[in-house]
């Protein structure tokens, strides 16, 4: 007879070894053996259950073993070999288990393992708890997480079914090796520890933190959360660093867990030269969305190099907040606040604004933002409104003339009307802004509508004609155009303009496929008339300052971003995209090569003097305008746009990206120079960005990083050092250099150190921060 013929059943009610806490049962099983059949050892395949006891559907327990006895003593039963026991989702298994009906104690011996239904194991050598939970006791006890993080104890008595005392433990989030040859990263050692599943707690006394077996830490009190609980309150990793401008110091932010919906992470920054600076971040979500804050507070007065002090000592900060919430399926509203309690403070203290996504719209880096807006949108239409103030970070005469958005209000709604698929949009939109200082307060409205069609013809050209009509009305009040040299008088104005245009553009995707590549070609024309403008010259400039047509603009029918400027006159806009794909030649070499490259340019029938020459819109003839992209599968590319004077041939905008992976190197560069005769003084720049990550095996990384600017000979960034991971632990230490000067805050350097115990606290994915 096989070995799973004497495999023996036995189903009944005890609520057993089926709780996260080691336990068996809860309450004490009202049933007895002596129903059962009455040889000491059953050898037939048996399914015992107690008729007696009162059962339920979720809590019968099926106790499998290859024999199940009466034991010597009355009121004993003895599973034994391969003991498994199963209840709601939870295993038990051991060599032999024990049930004393007249105490109520069960006993598993011999290789124990729990499994819950969370994923969490439990393994010790021997068990005993007894049947209401109140106490237990476990020997050579250890437990393993759902995420791979163990706990092990010498000894563990359970209390009250959640309470864990333990003596001797240890824990890790690190792989542990059978061998016992390869040491954990890390591992923290403690003479007790308290497990509070209640609240979801470890608390440890009399703590050494080892890393690679050596001690290197010792507190005589440490806390973290469970890491089966998720997100706890407790200690994050601590952050310390060395600066020229700030000294030593060191950040320990605190985790304070509210509720299920919100925290807050409160962060003390200790400095040598500096006062503390404290850093809170709040978060909170609700069933409609969620809001995110961040500031910093400090009483301090401004400060250069290595702590260098002037002025008077004040209360100053800043404050970064966004949320959004939806209203129903189609409508929701939100906010931005952004601010600081001076143009300065974020680059002394080193804040960055590159996190700075929300809202519906954005202002360059060297503005913050503040907004208040609704939108709502569906497959036929989009409509916002919001309404905004600026504080910007720049010194001089600028700051004086920053307006107030106050509000701002645009829509569209779509028809599917005419012939080729057409698509009529009819659009309006009203923006009023408002200065304190020169006043020059605004209004604008606008409201048209444009038809596309698109439509393709034999041959495979692909025609898509298009008409535009629009009004425009601008209200400017009397003020001064305050800058840095002179201040121009302004008159009140009030005014209204017709604008209309029409365009087909004409595009013919070609391609030829082969046995080794594949070409493409796509010839593309856009014809366009557009009516005169004579009002042009009463219109003050405000949406359209930062454009610049591209390759990705230029087949656009109304020239400008924006409702100021309008681009008059009829022009054809001509261009040329070709592609071509080289296929993998073999299994041995599947990587496909991918060429393409794009050229064109806008000729006009009309001059538009109104148009800065960093446009590109300022001649009759635009500049050569382009992109490009070469790609090896996953092993590097290239990519940029250019823009070329036709004139001079000179390239007066380009940009190239490249990424590489070559043998255990990742290498990225960003090169971005756009030509003072084009840019104009305060767009020109040339600069270079890149960084370097070599492997050195699978747990050591050397990186370097460059932010250089070429124009001011200087290196505004740059970064070298150390990245060391594995299954459970990230340390990085770099050196920094920022170039930068303002005003009276000079370069500096620092040493910063970052490390992340797993489960403990976590680094970013960036090299450095």
């Not at 690679?212 to 009190?221: C, E, F, N, Q």
């Not at 809202?359 to 919001?386: A, I, K, N």
């Not at 409702?563 to 009829?570: A, I, N, R």
Request: glycine letters at 8%; aromatic letters at 10%; one cysteine or more.
């Amino acid at each position: 007879m096989t070995r799973a013929l004497h495999r023996q059943l036995l189903a009944v009610s005890l609520g057993t070894l089926f709780v996260p806490a080691l336990a068996i049962a809860r309450e004490k099983p009202d049933w007895n053996l002596q129903d059962a059949p009455a040889a000491k050892v059953v050898t037939n395949r048996t399914a015992i259950t107690d008729t007696r006891a009162p059962t339920r559907a979720e809590d019968p327990v099926l106790l499998e073993a290859d024999a199940i006895e009466q034991g010597d003593e009355v009121g004993v039963l003895i599973a034994k070999g391969n003991v498994t026991a199963r209840n709601n989702g939870r295993t038990v298994r051991a060599d032999q288990i024990n049930y004393n009906q007249k105490t109520g104690i069960v006993k598993a011996l011999g290789n124990v393992t729990v499994v819950n239904d969370d994923g969490s194991t439990t393994f010790a050598d021997e068990l005993t708890l007894d049947d209401e939970l109140s106490s237990g006791v476990a020997g050579n006890f250890a437990s393993k997480f759902a995420d791979g993080s163990t706990l092990a104890a010498n000894a563990v008595v359970t209390r009250e079914g959640d309470r864990k005392l333990m003596s001797q433990a240890v824990f890790t989030a690190c792989p542990i090796c059978k061998d016992g040859k390869t040491k954990p990263s890390w591992i923290i050692r403690a003479r007790r520890a308290l497990q509070n599943e209640r609240t979801e707690s470890i608390v440890y006394n009399d703590v050494v933190f080892e890393v690679k077996g050596v001690p290197v830490l010792y507190v005589p009190y440490f806390a973290h959360g469970d890491p089966s609980a998720g997100r706890r309150s407790g200690l994050l990793q601590p952050k310390p660093g060395e600066s020229s401008r700030n000294g030593y110091y060191i950040e320990q932010p605190y985790l304070q867990v509210i509720d299920a919906s919100s925290d807050i992470t409160i962060t003390p920054i200790i400095s040598q030269y500096i006062n503390p600076v404290l850093q809170l971040d709040y978060r909170r979500k609700f069933y409609s969305g969620g809001v995110v804050l961040n500031g910093t507070v400090t009483k301090e007065k401004f400060f250069g190099k290595r702590g260098e002090k002037f002025g008077e000592s004040d209360w100053r900060g800043h404050i970064f907040g966004n949320g959004e919430f939806k209203i129903n399926n189609t409508w929701n509203w939100g906010f931005t606040a952004e601010s600081a309690s001076d143009d300065l403070y974020l680059f002394r203290y080193r804040i960055g604004q590159e996190n700075l996504q929300a809202g519906l719209v954005r202002p360059q880096t060297s503005r913050l933002m503040s907004q208040l807006y609704v939108q709502g949108q569906t497959d036929r239409f989009y409509v916002r409104s919001l309404s905004a103030v600026f504080q910007d970070l720049v010194p001089g005469e600028r700051r004086k003339n920053l307006p107030r958005v106050a509000p701002l209000v645009d829509g569209t709604y779509r028809w599917l009307i005419g012939p080729m698929n057409g698509r009529l949009d009819v659009s309006g939109s009203a923006v009023s802004l408002m200065r304190t200082e020169g006043r020059l307060d605004s209004i604008r409205g606008n409201i048209g509508a444009t038809w596309r069609g698109t439509q393709i013809l034999p041959g495979g050209f692909v025609l898509e004609p298009m008409a535009m009509v629009r009004g425009d009305y601008f209200d400017y009040s009397e003020g001064s155009n305050t800058g840095a040299v002179s201040s121009t008088p302004l008159k009140a104005d009030s005014f209204g303009r017709g604008l209309g245009l029409a365009s087909i553009d004409l595009r013919w995707p070609l391609i030829r496929p082969g046995n080794r590549f594949n070409l493409t070609l796509e010839p593309r024309m856009s014809l366009t008339v557009a009516s005169k403008d004579d009002q042009q010259s009463r219109v003050r400039v405000e949406d359209a300052l930062g454009f610049e047509m591209d390759a990705t603009s230029l087949f656009r029918p109304a020239g400008a971003a924006g409702m100021d400027l309008w681009e008059p006159g009829s022009r054809v806009s001509l261009g040329l995209r070709a592609g071509i794909d080289v296929l993998p030649t073999s299994e041995a070499n599947p990587l496909p090569l991918r060429a393409s490259a794009f050229l064109g340019r806008r000729i006009r029938t009309d001059d538009a003097s109104a148009f800065s020459r960093a446009s590109n819109l300022d001649r009759k003839e635009s500049d050569w305008v382009g992109d490009f992209e070469l790609r090896y599968g996953d092993y590097g590319s290239l990519s940029g746009r250019l823009r070329i004077d036709p004139e001079t041939g000179k390239l007066v905008h380009t940009e190239a990206i490249t990424r590489l992976k070559l043998w255990r190197t990742e290498t990225s560069l960003r090169y971005h120079e756009f030509d003072s005769s084009a840019a104009g003084a305060t767009r020109a720049n040339k600069e270079l960005q890149g960084s370097v990550i070599l492997t050195l095996n699978k747990n050591f990384k050397l990186f370097g990083s460059l932010y250089r600017d070429f124009k001011s000979d200087t290196n505004l960034r740059s970064a070298y050092g150390v990245i060391y991971g594995d299954d459970c632990t990230d340390f990085r230490i770099f050196y920094e250099e920022l170039g930068t000067r303002n005003r009276f805050i000079e370069p500096s350097q620092s040493i910063r150190f970052q490390i992340a115990f797993r489960t403990l606290g976590e680094l970013s994915d960036a090299p450095f921060d």
